[in-house]
């Protein structure tokens, strides 16, 4: 698992933080310096950051967790979504409801709906209905697949958040903080790092930062879930072998 370089977190832009004004003072240790009114990150702490996330992330998936990615603005969506379905995780990039976790039973009977439109939407059952009635039926399906499309094949809470900007996402941060989930976020410098159990602190606002940070942790996800599938066929293995 390698871990990005200064330079490449440099080009990514992953060193610049918000202006003094707005700066969280509970960044101290991990700001360098000021520069012309902006807050400069210390990529050192940076790094720190993302390597142990990364080996907490790497575990986590080895140990079959789902770990949720959230990132809800604009300039995160699709990295995001994409990130997350590279490995199989759940993934929230629409907008974050309140209860999304805390009220988790009824987000599941707003998937199951969604589900079963689009289950009658593959075998024809909607065809023997009005247009209206299947234009309707359409419509629903799309909003709730905006919303919890991405949490569709989740029967559980996930074990682990990962999220992209923590005072954008300060709901999801709320609920899983009441229930114990183990949060995982990109802090910037007017971000509380406390509010997580692994703070990496770099710029949550450039698409490219965002990126390689995003890469990283996958990266370290992919190899918790091939130590995985490797355990599982060595035991198989052993099972198969006569005594």
């Not at 807050?39 to 993302?50: A, C, K, S, Y």
Request: contains cysteine.
């Amino acid at each position: 698992m390698q871990t990005p370089s200064h330079k490449e977190l440099l080009d990514a832009g992953c060193h610049f933080g918000h202006m003094k004004r707005k700066w969280n003072p509970k960044m101290s240790p991990y700001i360098f310096m000021e520069r012309k009114g902006i807050h400069v990150i210390d990529l050192n702490r940076t790094i720190e950051g993302l390597e142990n996330a990364g080996k907490a992330l790497r575990q986590m998936a080895k140990s079959g967790k789902k770990i949720m990615f959230v990132g809800t603005k604009k300039q995160a969506r699709e990295i995001i979504s994409e990130a997350a379905q590279s490995v199989g995780m759940p993934y929230v990039t629409d907008r974050w409801l309140g209860g999304m976790m805390t009220n988790f039973s009824t987000i599941r009977q707003s998937i199951r709906k969604m589900q079963k439109i689009q289950s009658m939407l593959n075998d024809g059952s909607l065809d023997n209905i009005t247009k209206k009635e299947r234009l309707t039926m359409t419509r629903t399906h799309t909003k709730l697949d905006r919303v919890f499309g991405g949490m569709a094949q989740l029967n559980r809470l996930p074990n682990a958040l990962l999220i992209l900007d923590i005072n954008h996402e300060h709901l999801a941060v709320a609920e899983a903080t009441r229930l114990g989930v183990k949060t995982i976020g990109i802090v910037d410098t007017n971000s509380d790092p406390n509010k997580v159990d692994f703070a990496i602190p770099a710029n949550d606002d450039a698409s490219k930062s965002i990126k390689i940070i995003a890469d990283y942790l996958v990266q370290a996800i992919r190899e918790g879930l091939d130590e995985r599938s490797q355990g599982k066929d060595e035991k198989a293995k052993t099972e198969e072998t006569p005594a």
